[in-house]
Antibody
Framework: EEQLVESGGGLVQPGRSLRLSCTAS????????MSWFRQAPGKGLEWVGF??????????EFGASVKGRFTISRDDFESIAYLQMKNLKTEDTAVYYC?????????WGQGTLVTVSS | DIVMTQSPDSLAVSLGERATINCKSS????????????LAWYQQRSGQPPRLLIS???TRESGVPDRYTGSGSATDFSLTISRLQDEDVAVYYC?????????FGGGTKVEIK
């Protein structure tokens, strides 16, 4: 069974950094692009970005609100995708989800809450 | 950026009746070279992560009941739940993946009347 588990969320001050992890199991992780989404409390879904598979070049794309501050990387040996977040802002407060797929998100994790507050 | 507009914001439907959610994109998400609409539908129940229901505008995901139907092309799309059941109470989102940044509609909350 495909499973994705996010970790690394928590309370962080504005301007600081945080790294989220997404640990995958039950499928050939290296064959797939991996995406990150977020959902602010009580709000809708927002696409954060994705990383292509190594075969597809391993390159990344990001939404405008996080471009230049967030990076995505992957460790295909450990089946983990990372979301590195820098210079966090209060408006980055959200549940962050990782998902399998580049275009549409076929499988989702349960999410991890990131709260940016002083 | 492609703006996705869903309507209505919410709707209440009797059990066993039909619910229809609309999604309009600010530009076409139909890719002419393969004649595919780059549009997905998700369901999000309270306290749960989203669940993919439909991709390519009308391809039902494995395990999704056949009472869910996606239709439409280019800029106008719909998700129809043909016989509403208790477990269909959720917020539904459309998403375009035609061009980066991928964007979502604002969501439609479906409740039982």
């Amino acid at each position: 069974e495909e499973q994705l588990v996010e970790s690394g969320g928590g309370l962080v001050q504005p301007g600081r950094s945080l790294r989220l992890s997404c640990t995958a199991s039950g499928f050939m992780f290296g064959d797939y692009a991996m995406s990150w989404f977020r959902q602010a409390p009580g709000k809708g879904l927002e696409w954060v970005g994705f990383i292509r598979s190594k075969v597809q070049g391993g390159t990344t794309e990001f939404g405008a609100s996080v471009k230049g501050r967030f990076t995505i990387s992957r460790d295909d040996f450990e089946s983990i995708a990372y979301l590195q977040m820098k210079n966090l802002k209060t408006e980055d407060t959200a549940v962050y989800y990782c998902a399998r797929g580049r275009y549409y998100a076929q499988h989702w994790g349960q999410g991890t809450l990131v709260t940016v507050s002083s | 950026d492609i703006v996705m507009t869903q309507s209505p914001d919410s709707l209440a439907v009797s059990l066993g009746e039909r619910a229809t959610i609309n999604c309009k994109s600010s530009q076409s998400v139909l890719y002419s070279s393969n004649n595919k609409n780059y549009l997905a539908w998700y369901q999000q129940r309270s306290g749960q992560p989203p669940r993919l229901l439909i991709s390519w505008a009308s391809t039902r995901e494995s395990g999704v009941p056949d009472r869910y139907t996606g239709s439409g092309s280019a800029t106008d799309f719909s998700l129809t739940i043909s016989r509403l059941q208790d477990e269909d109470v959720a917020v539904y989102y459309c998403q375009q993946y035609y061009s980066v940044p991928f964007t979502f509609g604002g969501g439609t909350k479906v409740e039982i009347k």
